[in-house]
């Protein structure tokens, strides 16, 4: 089955410690993306790629880092710099999908991790 | 840049009802998309409706469907018969049709969301 899986689903990490988030696609999609979703509040962007070897800061990308090195993956590390990282985090590719008569492209978004900070 | 607001933290509806979830938004651009996801306990965000703001027709799918006024920037989804399965957060989220508009990434900017209960 084609989709976006995220791994793990539970992450817990202690304060100063570096964490890496996994994300990975087999729909064949050229563009990934990071959101971040706290209570209350919508997704915010934190890393986007577009192409393999190439990627762009969201709105939220400080203290964050991401690699694109397969077309498949894009990882998330989560650096001691990020000073509230508590939070669930969303990995979303972009792609084509067929409709009833135009092909349209949209995000389609993998079950998420909820990262906790102890 | 754009943005997105739902003015609805929470709402409910009996089983079998309708009920009208509200989103206003910001944008300069004359053309762009707008969305509604469904995150359910689960929290796994899917997709339920898209609308092309080049297009005067309301799009529907389903129990599913919108208003969307493209000179007032609302975009309000209707679920009509609603069932329990309906229960989630929904969210509305705005991107634009070019990639060198703001981010140039197709980013979808959301609402903060509005939690529906569905009483049975």
């Known amino acids: 089955d084609g989709g976006i899986t995220q791994s793990p689903k539970y992450l817990f990490r202690k304060e100063g410690q570096n964490v890496t988030l996994s994300c990975e696609q087999n729909?064949?999609?050229?563009?990934m993306y990071w959101y971040r979703q706290d209570p209350g509040q919508g997704l915010r962007l934190i890393y986007y790629?577009?192409?393999?070897?190439?990627?762009q800061k969201g709105d939220i990308a400080e203290g964050y880092s991401v690699s694109r090195e397969k077309k498949e993956s894009f990882p998330l590390t989560v650096t001691s710099a990020q000073k509230n990282p508590t939070a669930f985090y969303l990995c979303?590719?972009?792609?084509?999908?067929?409709?009833?008569?135009?092909?349209?492209?949209?995000?389609?978004f993998g079950p998420g991790t909820r990262l906790t900070v102890l | 840049a754009q943005t997105v607001t739902q003015s609805q933290p929470e709402m409910s509806v009996q089983e079998a009802e309708t009920v009208t979830l509200s989103c206003t938004y910001d944008?300069?651009?004359?053309?762009?998309?707008l969305f509604w996801y469904k995150q359910p306990p689960s929290r796994q965000m899917i997709l339920v409706i898209r609308q092309e703001a080049y297009k005067q027709q309301n799009a529907t799918e389903n129990r599913f469907s919108v208003n969307f006024q493209k000179a007032a920037k609302s975009f309000s989804l209707k679920i009509s018969d609603s069932q329990l399965g309906d229960a989630a957060m929904y969210f509305c989220a705005y991107r634009s049709v070019t990639a060198y508009s703001g981010a140039g990434s197709y980013q979808l900017t959301f609402g903060k969301g509005t939690k529906l209960s569905v009483i049975p």
């Open positions: 944008t300069s651009e004359s053309d762009y998309y």
């Open positions: 729909l064949n999609h050229d563009a």
């Open positions: 979303a590719s972009k792609g084509l999908t067929e409709g009833a008569n135009s092909f349209r492209d949209e995000q389609f």
């Open positions: 790629s577009q192409i393999v070897n190439d990627f």
